[in-house]
């Protein structure tokens, strides 16, 4: 599926026309899939009586929503990565929230600035090794270590151009600047056990299955891997790593919302906002998902918090996102995927 996996035209304006006459409803607008985030509607609708609508969607998500205008059934727009917020904000489909319970509940480090968007949780961008072939990785383990020969034929990851890597170019373009970004690329290149595909998890299956011994992941997919039955084999073969814990610390990104620039609905996506920011929604997020909440006193889940604590890099968001289109020319050019 190209563009969004539930929408088509005569949906879009079934979904309009509903809105317009039914006040008991969001629609939502998601990148996130829907195991990950139905949990989360469902506890609202149980709590408020309004029904969540979704749209799930792999990309296109601004164009989609520039496409429609100010007929967008959209109300409330969700996605991960920082890139893709600021993607969203850049094209002009959302519009500023004013909440003091968003605020509150939300340190201003994952706010932005013009109140566009809101951070709901961050993950790791870490290192899967395998335990039968490389063991735990060290303290001292960065990501540039990933370029030195030792690595050699011994890598897998998915696409260069996928956006949790992306944003790592650019936090490796932050920290590192430019020429060495590239450099580091064209190393990781030469190691990698095969041509970039497949998601994160299909890089710890390869591993479990002897095709390459490190692979780059976001963290809460252990926790996924771990409680699902056909998957218990691979997260069991792999350790998990949070590399440069001995330099800048580990790259970590986010997952977010924003509320659409016409949203039909905007008393009840503001509800909506407010309810993923609570103790409750955040909770979920850390037990269901395995992902680590934002708002302060909302604790990890046990699983997470037995990989141990690390040190994240603390370079600002926007600094990764300003560095984006930077990141997916140096992995042109040095064909990364290719």
């Known amino acids: 599926m190209k563009k969004l996996l539930i929408a088509s035209a005569i949906t879009a304006s079934l979904l309009g026309t509903s809105a317009a006459v039914a006040s008991e409803e969001v629609n939502v607008y998601s990148y996130r899939q829907p195991f990950l985030i139905e949990p989360?509607?469902?506890?609202?609708?149980?709590?408020?009586?309004?029904?969540?609508?979704?749209?799930?969607?792999?990309?296109?998500?601004?164009?989609?929503?520039?496409?429609?205008?100010?007929?967008?059934?959209?109300?409330?727009?969700?996605?991960?990565?920082?890139?893709?917020?600021?993607e969203l904000v850049n094209q002009d489909v959302v519009q500023p929230v004013q909440s003091d319970l968003i605020d509150q509940n939300v340190p201003e480090q994952f706010r932005d600035s013009e109140d566009k968007w809101?951070?709901?949780?961050?993950?790791?961008?870490?290192?899967?090794?395998?335990?039968?072939?490389?063991?735990?990785?060290?303290?001292?383990?960065?990501?540039?270590?990933?370029?030195?020969?030792?690595?050699?034929?011994?890598i897998c990851t998915r696409s260069g151009k996928h956006p949790y890597n992306v944003s790592l170019v650019s936090a490796i373009i932050e920290n590192h600047g430019e020429a060495k970004a590239k450099e580091w690329l064209e190393g990781v290149k030469d190691n990698l056990a095969r041509k970039p595909q497949g998601n994160d998890r299909a890089q710890v299956k390869a591993i479990k299955e002897g095709l390459c011994d490190v692979s780059l992941g976001n963290s809460y997919y252990l926790g996924k891997m771990l409680n699902d039955e056909e998957q218990t084999a691979w997260?069991?073969?792999?350790?998990?790593?949070?590399?440069?814990?001995?330099?800048?610390?580990?790259?970590?990104?986010?997952?977010?919302?924003?509320?659409?620039?016409?949203?039909?609905?905007?008393?009840?996506?503001?509800?909506?906002?407010?309810?993923?920011?609570?103790d409750k929604a955040q909770h979920m997020y850390a037990e269901v998902n395995f992902e680590e909440p934002v708002k302060p006193g909302v604790e990890q889940s046990e699983l997470v918090a037995s990989w141990g604590d690390y040190k994240h890099d603390p370079m600002p968001l926007e600094a990764i996102a300003d560095n984006y289109s930077q990141s997916v020319k140096l992995l042109d050019e040095v064909q990364f995927d290719l």
Do not use: C
Not at 126 to 148: I, N, W
Not at 235 to 250: D, I, S
Not at 270 to 275: G, I
């Open 235 to 278: 997260a069991e073969a792999v350790y998990l790593n949070y590399p440069g814990q001995n330099a800048y610390g580990t790259h970590v990104n986010v997952s977010g919302m924003a509320m659409a620039k016409y949203a039909p609905n905007e008393e009840n996506a503001l509800k909506l906002m407010e309810f993923l920011t609570s």
């Open 118 to 154: 809101v951070a709901l949780t961050t993950r790791a961008r870490a290192v899967y090794s395998s335990r039968e072939r490389v063991g735990k990785l060290g303290d001292d383990f960065d990501y540039l270590d990933l370029a030195k020969p030792e690595w050699k034929g011994k």
């Open 40 to 86: 989360m509607f469902d506890a609202f609708t149980e709590e408020t009586g309004i029904e969540v609508n979704v749209k799930f969607a792999k990309k296109g998500m601004a164009e989609k929503i520039k496409q429609e205008g100010e007929y967008s059934p959209a109300d409330v727009l969700l996605t991960v990565d920082i890139s893709r917020l600021k």
